[in-house]
């Protein structure tokens, strides 16, 4: 029989010492690690046209969102982290916010994109986001008709900015007929057909409908064909540079605010300042545009902000509906990175689906059922000092309806998949002919509600309503029947969807849904709105 030797203790410390560096550099690397990671800065990607026609518009949306970013650097930072951002020029080129989107996620490595003006570009940028699983942040009122869970609309939804417009330009200014002109791409295209709806619910009149091609200054036909219609009141959603030459030519045609007013989409006091140095002062006081938010609004939130901006960029600085929204992106993301204590996209953004914010123009809040935001909406009249004088206010924010009820949700997206087919698989007009696009100036029949999802009325607007969060992070709702451009969708094709032959319910008015703006005799004090009045939700309201 052999005897085994006994080990001795520095056999022992042989056996044991490699197993114990090895775990000993295996926590080091990991402690480095961590180390590396808290100590890098988080980057915000902001994309933004900086030249090209929507400059004008764009340029102030990277000036609050800079000065917001900077606001939290100032106080700390987030997660012990600074915060730096990466800022792309879009150009005002739809396919150029693709690729810069692309380079933004790839090459600088942002923890969230915020950005975009128009329709079209958020669009082009979409299947980037989504196939890349990553998060972009659209500050701007918009058409709706669209859900993704990559991303949070910050902006307004048609229920938000569009129908109270119509509905209130009927009760106070008694229009009848209406006149719809727009830029030729996606967004105004389905804003006037949202528009059309609720003129015909309403009892309304469709005067004309013209598009002008994206960036053009050729407008006299337009003018000339508003002339022959006579209408009462004009909706514009004409953007960017073409409005100088748009106002130009309504004050050369005797077309003044006293006669046929214009509603505006797309023009606020940024837009104004810079149109006052080429246009006429008449030309443009008197008119009106809609928004979410003015720089009238009489609240202390808002006078703070202006000091703000007013400090950081100039006392000629002024604020306007795209920065307000700009910058409470950042503060409702920001809210969302601490509460997840990560910047991963996955939790943040099931985190900004329940955050909300006294802001400026209101109290704010993001619908965890559609990513969109609960608003306050205000009608503007212009002064000429480049400012508005605020003459309706819905007094509290309203919930979000991307969707209008006035027809499913399969015929918008039949609209949406007629008008990029007809474009070529473009998401604006590509013809550069200089000419109108002109529609035949009769109404549609309504559009039966169909089948394919139950017709649910939007609930009423109350100081509270319970609501139900979601159990997974938003990234597993893309199977939702209402999130209608899915992760797995064809990278620029719109949702599909096929016409159906046998409705079963019948048409739909939205008369109802507006008896209350409609009813309504008391003009609101101009610009108040309660800063204790909370939105329709159940959580916490952050102050900035």
């Known amino acids: ?145 669209e859900a993704s869970p990559n991303i949070i609309y910050t902006g307004s939804a048609p229920n938000q900015q569009i129908i109270p417009a119509v509905a209130w330009a009927m009760r106070e200014l008694k229009a009848k007929k209406y006149y719809l002109v727009g830029s030729d791409y996606i967004w105004p295209h389905c804003v006037n057909e949202i528009t059309k709806d609720t003129i015909d619910s309403i009892g309304g009149e469709l005067a004309g409908e013209s598009y002008l091609f994206f960036g053009t200054d050729q407008v006299e036909s337009v003018v000339k064909d508003i002339l022959q219609a006579k209408p009462d009141v004009i909706i514009s959603t004409v953007v960017g540079d073409t409005n100088k030459a748009f106002y130009n030519a309504l004050d050369a045609a005797g077309i003044s605010s006293d006669k046929i007013p214009v509603i505006s989409f797309a023009i606020s006091e940024d837009e104004l300042r810079t149109m006052l140095k080429e246009v006429p002062s008449k030309a443009l006081v008197g008119h009106y545009s809609a928004w979410n938010y003015f720089q ?128 070529g698989n473009s998401w604006s007009n590509p013809k550069d002919n200089r000419s109108i696009s002109k529609k035949k100036v009769s109404f549609p029949k309504p559009t039966e509600i169909k089948t394919l999802e139950p017709l649910v009325a939007p609930k009423p607007v109350a100081s509270k309503v319970e609501m139900k969060q979601p159990v997974k992070p938003p990234e597993t709702l893309k199977s939702k029947d209402n999130l209608k451009n899915p992760v797995n969708s064809p990278p620029t094709a719109p949702p599909i969807a096929k016409p159906e032959t046998k409705p079963s319910v019948k048409p739909v008015s939205i008369l109802p849904l507006m008896k209350p703006l409609l009813e309504q005799n008391e003009p609101v004090q101009s610009g108040r709105m309660d800063s204790k009045a909370k939105p329709k939700t159940d959580f916490s309201i952050r102050k900035i």
Request: charged content about 25%; some cysteine.
């Open 296 to 423: 009238t609004i009489d609240r202390q939130e808002n006078r703070s902000f202006v000091a703000r901006l007013q400090k950081r960029y100039g006392k000629e600085k002024s604020a306007n509906d795209v920065m307000a929204a700009s910058y409470n992106s950042v503060y409702l993301w920001a809210q969302a990175v601490r509460e997840a204590e990560t910047t991963r996209i996955s939790d943040v953004t099931h985190a900004m689906s329940h955050q909300s914010l006294d802001a400026p123009e209101g109290i704010v809040s993001i619908d965890a059922e559609n990513h969109h935001t609960w608003r306050p909406v205000y009608i503007g009249k212009v002064r000429s000092d480049a400012q508005f004088d605020i003459v309706w206010s819905s007094e509290s924010s309203i919930r979000p309806e991307p969707y209008p009820l006035t027809r499913s949700h399969n015929d918008w997206n039949l609209l949406l998949t007629k008008l990029y087919g007809e474009w």
């Open 1 to 145: 029989m052999t005897n085994t030797p006994k080990p001795t203790q520095s056999t022992i410390l042989n056996r044991v010492m490699p197993v114990f560096v090895l775990i000993l550099l295996i926590t080091a690397g990991w402690w480095f690690r961590s180390w590396l990671n808290y100590q890098k800065p988080i980057r915000v990607g902001l994309l933004h046209s900086l030249t090209g026609p929507m400059a004008i518009s764009e340029k102030s949306m990277v000036d609050a969102e800079v000065m917001a970013l900077e606001e939290l650097n100032e106080s700390g930072g987030l997660l012990n982290r600074k915060v730096e951002w990466v800022i792309a020029d879009g150009k005002s080129d739809w396919p150029t916010f693709a690729r810069e989107a692309d380079r933004l996620i790839r090459k600088e490595k942002v923890d969230v994109i915020i950005g975009c003006w128009t329709s079209a570009s958020r669009k082009t940028v979409l299947p980037v986001i989504e196939s890349n699983n990553h998060l972009l942040i659209y500050p701007m009122a918009y058409e709706g008709l």
